[in-house]
């Protein structure tokens, strides 16, 4: 299978000359391009004399993660696209397991390998960790990382597993179905833009699958922190969006109404914490979605609605009430 590594990369120079390195030298399966989003740091000047084995996608403006990488994967032909952040660091044979699914099941559509941090190797990171899921209020969670609890690998998840979604941090995927669900939606512009795709494949008929035997190690936080009220605005506005857009039709109202009790709850969770940036980020939110509700339920229409998309009703209970901490501890 052709496959292509894509690194989209904003001001990213040292970023890029840190872990550009590892991805050339044990990609010897792929062609790796990075995609630059109008930097104005030197990185294209980097990997030019620095990696001239590495191909150039320059966009013309930084769309963020979803129109960056729109534009840079529309041209590209190899059969398997790895979407992969800057901030990531490769082992070797990591593709093989992840090239060996979609070879051997034809209904694969993505597929995410184990994503550790960086900085602590031997526990999950946050972005995605052994595989993604959601609850019936739309609230994202992994295998081996429940809000902010991570967990330690043990090996407990060396498994290959379906999972509902694969994370943006390393995100393989068939270049026929990204261009046939039509890619990632750029009013999400970062953030949860991977969940949102996943969902429409899952609608599809395809499957996502988790490779525990391919691992990455993940900085996190470096294009933006998770104490940034920026990237608070856009998790909670974004996955806003991923309800409206996707629900089925008898559980949209009721849930999104769920939604504004609970965000609420969160914002004024923040506020008793005396973080107000955090708590205002959560106003600007609701305030954007509010403002984009009619553009963004127009999409509805062509999205094929799947009834049973989550695990389990609610991880907010089971993980603050309930006390559950580890994805093993929670019943399907």
């Known amino acids: ?58 966009n013309r403006e930084n769309g963020g993660y ?41 209904n694969v559509a993505a597929v995410q390998p184990k994503i550790l941090d960086y900085n602590r190797k031997n526990y999950f990171e946050y972005a995605g960790a052994a595989g993604g899921y959601l609850d019936k209020y739309g609230y994202a969670f992994c295998r081996g990382r429940i809000f902010e609890t991570l967990e330690e ?23 026929q179905v990204f261009k046939k669900a039509g890619g990632f939606d750029e009013d999400f512009f970062a953030h949860q833009e991977e969940i949102d795709l996943c969902w429409r494949l899952n609608n599809l008929g395809y499957r996502i699958k988790f490779a525990g035997n391919s691992s990455i190690y993940h900085v996190g936080g470096a294009t933006l922190s998770n104490i940034n009220p920026r990237k608070t605005y856009f998790n909670f506005r974004n996955n806003l969006y991923l309800l409206l857009k996707n629900l089925p039709s008898s559980q949209l109202i009721p849930i999104l109404l769920m939604r504004m009790v609970l965000d609420g709850l969160a914002a004024f969770r923040f506020l008793a914490q005396g973080k107000f940036s955090h708590f205002f980020a959560i106003f600007r939110a609701h305030l954007s979605f509010y403002s984009h509700f009619s553009a963004i339920r127009n999409k509805r229409k062509n999205i094929a609605h799947k009834k049973e998309y989550f695990r389990i009703n609610s991880i907010v209970s089971s993980y603050f009430i309930a006390g559950k901490r580890k994805f093993t501890d929670l019943k399907n």
Request: hydrophobic letters at 45%.
């Open 66 to 106: 979803a129109r960056g990488y729109n534009e840079a994967l529309k041209d590209l032909e190899e059969e398997i696209l790895i979407l992969l952040n800057s901030d990531a660091e490769v082992t070797p044979g990591w593709l093989r397991p992840i090239l060996e699914i979609f070879e051997n099941e034809n």
């Open 153 to 175: 690998d043990h090996g407990q998840y060396n498994n290959v597993a379906n999972i509902f979604w694969a994370s943006g941090a390393c995100f393989a995927i068939k270049n």
């Open 1 to 58: 299978m052709t496959t292509a590594v894509v690194i989209l990369n904003w001001n990213g120079r040292t970023l890029l000359e840190k872990f550009l390195p590892s991805v050339v030298s044990l990609s010897p399966e792929a062609n790796v391009y990075v995609a630059d989003n109008a930097s104005t740091d030197g990185s294209v000047d980097v990997v030019k004399q620095k990696f001239p084995e590495v191909k150039i996608i320059q």
